[in-house]
């Protein structure tokens, strides 16, 4: 199976940056998305890094270190409408996605 | 509009009872996925098919079954032999395969009294 660490909770303040890390094992590599989730709702995409370093998109960036098992969200310019639960999820060599637990991100006023 | 659609939103079961779950997509994307979500944790695979008539297990497939007799449509048996069905079970669908986006649905959420 696949080991998939990031923190569960974070907090930050309207307009400030959050970085949400996400360490993972997985049998093979094909890559790794990133969705976000709000309460009660289905998980939308963000992002799928297949190969290293950073991909930006508009307030929104992902990194990946294959070598490292590593990556990580950047949310800039943080909104209320950001509050959501952010899921990683590489992908393995049997091409089954799941999700790590998720880290909930709460923007305060 | 081009989506994926579940229902029911919530869909209440006695213990014993089989209840199959609906998933119909207008996209036409050729994979399916179902996955399931518990309090805490993150999506688990349950099953996915990535053309018509084929479908595999993922992780946790015990206790279910799924058919794919056409491209839209990916209905989810839940049979009374999961042993713990009370969940929010979530469908999607992408392209082609696994590393093409997926795109979820919006859910049913399962109890079972």
């Known amino acids: 199976g696949q080991n998939i660490d990031q923190p569960t909770e974070m907090t930050a303040t309207e307009g400030a940056i959050v970085q949400i890390n996400c360490t993972y094992q997985?049998?093979?590599?094909?890559?790794l998305f990133w969705y976000q989730q709000h309460a009660g709702e289905a998980p939308t995409f963000l992002s799928y890094n297949v190969l290293d370093g950073l991909e930006e998109k508009g307030r929104f960036s992902s990194f990946l270190s294959r070598s490292k098992g590593y990556s990580y969200l950047l949310l800039k310019e943080l909104q209320m409408k950001d509050s959501a639960s952010y899921l990683c999820a590489p992908l393995p060599n049997d091409y089954k996605l799941s999700f790590g637990a998720g880290t909930t991100v709460t923007v305060r006023a | 509009d081009g989506g994926i659609t579940q229902s029911p939103k919530y869909l209440f079961r006695k213990e014993g009872q089989n209840v199959t779950l609906s998933c119909e997509q207008n996209l036409n994307h050729d994979a399916m996925y179902w996955y399931r979500q518990d309090p805490g944790q993150g999506l688990r695979l349950i099953y996915y098919s990535q053309i018509v008539n084929d479908f595999q297990k993922g992780d946790i497939a015990e206790g279910y079954s799924v058919s794919r007799e056409k491209k839209e449509s990916f209905p989810l048996t839940v049979t009374s032999a999961q042993k713990n069905p009370t969940a929010f079970y979530l469908c999607a669908s992408s392209m082609a395969g696994p590393t093409d986006t997926q795109y979820f649905g919006p859910g049913t959420r399962l109890t079972v009294l």
């Open positions: 997985t049998s093979g590599f094909n890559g």
